[in-house]
């Protein structure tokens, strides 16, 4: 069995309940709308490019006039997981697509089952731009290769109504306090939740690299938060917002920055801490997939997403932490102080990026299938 069946295998079937959740709330009705938009071909020869990623991410490359420079016919496929891009890559979108957006974590299995092109490094004009903290993750390089550009990030802070939280929760586990009982807010977001509460409940500054016995402890955890404290487990990001809103919840198990921007624009303002404990980060990269048909016009691409206007549109539009410095002064103060730009590395302390889980075990490591059947006991709770 060659490497790209082997991580077909591995992760293709966990397609349905990996989904990041968090992205959930950039689908819906504007997708038709996009769809359609992009749906009638043009008279003239364009050169079509395909993307593949989640609705809301084709934002930079909409920006400005690079489709129209470049005389591109721009063809998206929106995703519902990141699992989803390694499966259609396997099912026969090898060669023919032109770059796609992955969550970090996925970057070694990809490469490793030989479904990515190698960064050429000098072809990125914007690489010195980027925050260097996160160009240098191991984690995105594969035998000493830059295998994506990182574009966009966030954490996963605790959330809180402080109408009723006056003072902001020290732990994780404060959310268990009587006074809260019925009103904790849960998402949906299987490795978000794991990014928190695997370090919560082990202590383990990695909550991603845990024994079976640990993970079936987080679980545990999980479902005591899902059965005596929270006020429902919410499909998506935006459905959380809503409850604050409504007034419904006042602390939630699990977070986002963006959250906090879209309440307050339903006339509710939230606020958000990291405990303690630490939490979880995300971070998003741009990749070239393996035997990209059109490789020059990647490369513009992803010159083009992370320069300073795309990212300050993108970033407006979608409420998101992005990776090109030059951008951050042209940010409103609310985004850029959500996102602390000013003290990377300090965040980076408190909110860590985490690997995710190993497809095969030593023996001592719970796998991603391991994780994964574990959480189908909190789903079902």
């Keep these: 069995m060659n490497k790209r069946k082997q991580v077909s295998g591995a992760l293709a079937e966990l397609s349905a309940c990996s989904a990041l959740s968090r992205r959930h709330v950039l689908a819906g009705a504007a997708a038709a709308g996009t769809m359609a938009a992009f749906g009638a071909r043009p008279a003239f020869a364009k050169t079509t490019m395909t993307w593949m990623g989640w609705q809301g991410y084709e934002t ?68 010195p731009k980027l925050i260097p903290q996160f160009v240098a993750q191991e984690t995105i390089k594969y035998q000493g290769n830059l295998m994506g550009v990182p574009w966009n990030w966030g954490s996963l802070p605790l959330m809180y109504d402080p109408a009723v939280v006056t003072t902001p929760p020290e732990s994780w586990l404060d959310i268990l306090k009587p006074e809260h009982q019925g009103k904790v807010a849960m998402v949906d977001d299987p490795l978000g939740n794991l990014l928190i509460w695997g370090t919560v409940v082990t202590g383990k500054p990695m909550g991603t690299i845990l024994t079976k016995e640990e993970m079936v402890q987080v679980i545990d955890k999980l479902i005591e938060i899902k059965t005596k404290h929270a006020r429902a487990f919410f499909p998506s990001y935006g459905d959380m917002s809503d409850a604050f809103a409504r007034n419904e919840v006042t602390v939630s198990a699990i977070g986002w920055e963006a959250v906090a921007v879209w309440t307050q624009a339903k006339g509710k303002t939230i606020k958000y801490t990291i405990p303690k404990e630490g939490t979880g980060m995300f971070m998003d990269c741009l990749c070239i997939p393996k035997d990209a048909p059109n490789m020059d016009l990647s490369y513009k691409m992803i010159n083009h997403i992370v320069s300073a206007e795309p990212q300050k549109q993108f970033a407006t539009e979608q409420s998101a932490g992005i990776t090109n410095l030059d951008t951050v002064p042209m940010l409103s103060k609310e985004l850029a102080e959500s996102y602390n730009y000013a003290d990377i590395d300090g965040f980076m302390q408190k909110a860590r990026l985490q690997p995710v889980p190993p497809t095969e075990s030593d023996g001592s490591v719970a796998t991603y299938d391991d994780f994964l059947t574990e959480y189908q006991r909190l789903s079902k709770a």
Aim: hydrophobic share 40%.
């Design 60 to 127: 930079p490359i909409l920006s400005g006039t690079f489709l129209a420079d470049n005389d591109i016919d721009f063809q998206p496929t929106f995703i519902s997981s990141n699992e989803e891009i390694i499966t259609k890559l396997q099912a026969g979108g090898i060669g023919k697509t032109d770059l796609i957006t992955m969550y970090f974590g996925y970057l070694p299995l990809m490469a490793e089952g030989e479904l990515l092109e190698p960064i050429d490094t000098s072809k990125i004009e914007q690489l």
